[in-house]
């Protein structure tokens, strides 16, 4: 489903830095945190439940709803809205649940 | 003025068991429950259908409670014919992983005692670390060995509270919540609960409100020997599934979240957390899971166990206000199945329970109360 973003500063940031989400470069600004800052792209659902698949993005912004789970440099599950920005985060969606990979290769 | 059969005062997994196993035979039933202030048990269970090392030199306990276990499947059945909810039972059997040599000897010690308590039909097996790993992947180093049987298992004790809730409401039990009972009074024709200005009448009542039961149990002259044990539980992120069997230590849920718990506390009522004791249930997990060191934990929660004055349950036919029932355990999902289908049944007049002969009130007469016993 398109969707155009709602969101809107009320003032312009003093200044922005680039992140990547899924590969695809993203200006945003720099005194926000990571949540904020992928609201203000028309992204979608920036996460898959692990319970059901059914999609989400942020929603509470203060720590407690979860919805916000993003994979950042590679370390699943962190929550967005407890982080702030920072130039040349690599951003994905979160699918599912974290793979521990116990019981994998290379496995003690 | 409110008029019921019976009357069940408490809204945990006990009372609500019981609730349910009375609305099967037909009963009018009300519940009467707590706020959301309450202590509330139920909330804050680790979900373990336990059988294991449970009723070591109480042949009676260990026996009611693998009667339970091997109604759960039909308990289940029932539940999710009646409101559709899956309350994830799985039964694949339990691990209690043992991280010294001394906890290893002590647990076998107890599994020894309890398989000959029943001739022999006891099934358990002692697992070295390679063989343990085999059935465990991701087994820590610091994990000397560990103890299995076939007849543990785990539920999600927040589904199975949901779906007796809804199994009741479908069955026509009143459930009141929000009120707190400030006396009872007994007539030739029953029971009259107060709760502010609100009248509850019954002839038969049963206290199932877990550590109120003592100040409820008082209000009818009986004095009902519980106090709280604290226990603490960890929950991490979520993980895909790494861990099908329920451990005593580390419980991972049909939702991907880990359970990390198991510690004992006597510190009154405070269910609040410490740092220290989670450190300690961190660190534990840790060296049963090596990996759980690279995840995090995402809340926290400390809940009062309710034990009795020797840490078994309490089923209670009053003598001195007949028609009046106490319940009491700290055991609310391994017995739910018993308490549904069997304690029920004897609290409505409908079946004699010798099983349960044993855990009458009288027992506690001149015993000093102990802090803990599994």
């Given at each position: 489903?398109?969707?155009?973003?709602l969101?809107?500063r009320?003032q312009?940031?003093d200044k922005?830095?680039?992140?990547e989400f899924?590969g695809t470069p993203l200006?945003?600004?720099?005194?926000?945190s990571?949540?904020a800052?992928?609201l203000?792209?028309?992204?979608?659902?920036t996460r898959e439940?692990?319970?059901n698949g059914r999609?989400g993005?942020?929603?509470c912004m203060?720590?407690?709803?979860f919805?916000c789970?993003?994979?950042?440099?590679g370390q699943?599950?962190?929550?967005?809205?407890?982080?702030?920005?920072?130039?040349?985060?690599?951003v994905r969606?979160?699918?599912g649940?974290r793979?521990?990979?116990?019981?994998?290769?290379?496995?003690? | 003025?409110?008029?019921t059969?019976?009357i069940?005062v408490g809204?945990?997994?006990?009372g609500?068991?019981?609730?349910?196993?009375l609305?099967l035979?037909g009963?009018r039933?009300?519940?009467?429950?707590?706020?959301d202030?309450?202590?509330?048990?139920?909330?804050?269970?680790?979900?373990?259908?336990?059988?294991?090392?449970?009723g070591?030199?109480?042949?009676?306990?260990?026996?009611w409670?693998r009667?339970?276990?091997a109604?759960?499947?039909e308990?289940?059945?029932?539940l999710?014919?009646?409101t559709g909810?899956?309350?994830h039972l799985?039964?694949?059997g339990g691990?209690?992983l043992?991280?010294s040599?001394?906890?290893?000897?002590?647990?076998?010690?107890r599994?020894v005692?309890l398989?000959?308590?029943?001739?022999?039909?006891?099934?358990?097996?002692l697992l070295?670390?390679?063989?343990?790993?085999?059935?465990?992947?991701?087994?820590g180093?610091g994990?000397?060995?560990?103890c299995y049987?076939?007849?543990?298992?785990?539920?999600n004790p927040?589904k199975?509270?949901r779906a007796?809730y809804?199994?009741?409401q479908t069955?026509?039990?009143?459930i009141v919540?929000?009120l707190?009972?400030?006396?009872?009074?007994?007539?030739a024709?029953g029971?009259e609960?107060r709760a502010?200005?609100?009248r509850?009448c019954?002839?038969h009542l049963?206290?199932?409100?877990g550590?109120g039961?003592?100040p409820?149990g008082?209000m009818?002259?009986?004095?009902?020997?519980?106090r709280p044990?604290r226990?603490?539980i960890?929950?991490?992120e979520?993980?895909?599934p790494?861990?099908?069997y329920?451990?005593t230590y580390?419980?991972?849920t049909?939702?991907?979240?880990?359970q990390?718990?198991?510690s004992?506390?006597?510190?009154?009522?405070?269910?609040r957390?410490?740092s220290q004791v989670m450190s300690?249930i961190?660190?534990?997990a840790v060296?049963c899971?090596?990996r759980?060191g690279?995840v995090?934990?995402?809340?926290?929660w400390?809940?009062?166990?309710v034990?009795?004055a020797?840490?078994?349950p309490?089923y209670?036919?009053?003598h001195d206000s007949?028609g009046?029932?106490?319940v009491?355990c700290h055991?609310?999902?391994?017995l739910a199945?018993?308490h549904?289908l069997?304690l029920a049944?004897?609290i409505?007049?409908?079946a004699?329970e010798?099983?349960?002969?044993?855990?009458?009130l009288?027992?506690?007469?001149?015993m000093?109360?102990v802090?803990?016993?599994h």
């Open positions: 489903m398109p969707t155009e973003t969101f809107r009320l312009l940031a922005y830095v680039q992140i899924e200006t945003v600004p720099a005194d926000v990571l949540a800052a992928l203000t792209h028309d992204l979608g659902a439940s692990a319970i999609p993005a942020a929603y203060m720590g407690v709803c919805e789970l993003v994979e950042v440099d699943a599950n962190c929550q967005a809205c407890l982080i702030q920005v920072v130039e040349g985060m690599r969606r979160q699918r649940a793979d521990l990979l116990i019981g994998g290769q290379g496995d003690e | 003025m409110h008029k059969d019976l069940v809204g945990g997994l006990v609500m068991s019981i609730a349910y196993g609305a035979l009963r039933v009300t519940v009467l429950d707590e706020g202030d309450a202590l509330r048990a139920a909330r804050g269970n680790f979900g373990l259908l336990w059988v294991q090392g449970k070591y030199r109480n042949a009676p306990y260990a026996g409670t009667q339970s276990v109604l759960w499947p308990f289940n059945a029932l999710h014919a009646d909810i899956d309350v799985r039964q694949p691990f209690q043992c991280l040599d001394e906890e290893l000897a002590e647990e076998t010690r599994l005692w398989q000959e308590a029943f001739d022999g039909d006891y099934p358990f097996e070295d670390p390679t063989q343990l790993k085999k059935r465990i992947p991701g087994i180093p994990v000397v060995g560990a049987t076939p007849m543990d298992g785990h539920v927040l199975l509270l007796l809804a199994a009741c069955r026509g039990v009143k919540n929000g707190s009972v400030e006396g009872i009074d007994q007539h024709s029971f609960l502010g200005e609100q509850f019954a002839e049963v206290l199932a409100a550590l039961n003592r409820l008082a009818l002259g009986m004095d009902v020997p519980v044990n226990g603490q960890l929950v991490t979520r993980l895909q790494f861990l099908q329920p451990t580390v419980r991972q049909d939702e991907g979240t880990v990390l718990g198991d004992l506390e006597a510190v009154g009522f405070d269910d957390t410490s300690e961190a660190a534990r060296q899971f090596p759980l690279q995090r934990m995402v809340r926290a400390g809940a009062l166990r034990l009795s020797d840490g078994y309490i209670e036919a009053a007949p009046a029932f106490v009491t055991s609310g999902v391994t199945a018993a549904a069997r049944p004897w409505a007049g409908e004699d010798p099983a349960i002969r044993p855990f009458n009288a027992r506690f007469k001149g000093r109360e802090h803990y016993a």
